[in-house]
C-alpha cells in the first residue's frame, strides 16, 4: 500500500490543476461563440426579419454607379394565374438606370421559400436577359435580399448619401 504523502516521479502535484486553469479562457471564448453563432441563426429564422407582402424596394433613376453591381438574379416569369412561364434574369444596373420598383406580392414556402415579386420600370436586364418593363418573376429569399441591398434596402425613404 502506498502511503498518502508519496507520488508518482517526474509528476508535479502543484501543475495538476495550472493545465486546466490554462484552457478556462479558451472554453470559455469557445462557449460565447457557440452561443453567438446560434443565437444569430435561431433570429435570422424568425419571420419578423424575413421580407413580407407589400414590401418594396425602389431604384431610383441614376442611383448607382455604373457597373456598381456585376449580379444578374435568375428569376421565373409568373403568368397572371400565378404559373411558371419562363426564366429571366434581373440586372441591378439595367434596374437602377431609370429607375422602378419591386413590390412582394406572394410568399411561397414549396418547394423552397420564394417571393413573386411585380416589377414596373425600365427593362429589368438587357434585352437578352428578357424580364420586360412590367412583369411579376420569382426569386429566391436570398436574391431578393441582394437586389434591396442594391437599391439601398426595403422602402421609399432616403436610403442613401447624396452626392
Known amino acids: 500500500m502506498r502511503r498518502s504523502d508519496q507520488h508518482e516521479p517526474g509528476r508535479n502535484p502543484s501543475r495538476e490543476g495550472t ?20 443565437s444569430t441563426f435561431l433570429v ?23 457597373d456598381m ?23 441591378p444596373n439595367a434596374m437602377a438606370a431609370n429607375g422602378g420598383s419591386l413590390v412582394v406580392e406572394s410568399r411561397r414556402s414549396e418547394p423552397s421559400l420564394q417571393y413573386v415579386v411585380h416589377w414596373v420600370g425600365t427593362p429589368a436586364s438587357p434585352p437578352a436577359g428578357g424580364c420586360g418593363s412590367d412583369v411579376d418573376v420569382m426569386v429566391s429569399r436570398t436574391d431578393l435580399q441582394r437586389l434591396a441591398n442594391a437599391a439601398g434596402g426595403f422602402g421609399v425613404g432616403d436610403k442613401g448619401i447624396t452626392r
Not at 435570422?44 to 455604373?66: C, H, Y
Not at 444578374?72 to 440586372?91: F, H, K, M, W, Y
Request: proline content about 8%.
Open 69 to 91: 453591381w456585376q449580379m444578374n438574379i435568375p428569376a421565373t416569369i409568373i403568368s397572371r394565374t400565378g404559373q411558371p412561364v419562363g426564366e429571366c434574369s434581373l440586372d
Open 19 to 38: 493545465s486546466f486553469a490554462a484552457w478556462l479562457p479558451v472554453l470559455a471564448a469557445m462557449a460565447i461563440m457557440v452561443t453567438g453563432c446560434v
Open 44 to 66: 435570422l429564422q424568425l419571420d419578423e426579419f424575413r421580407p413580407k407582402v407589400g414590401d418594396i424596394v425602389v431604384f431610383r433613376p441614376g442611383s448607382q454607379d455604373t
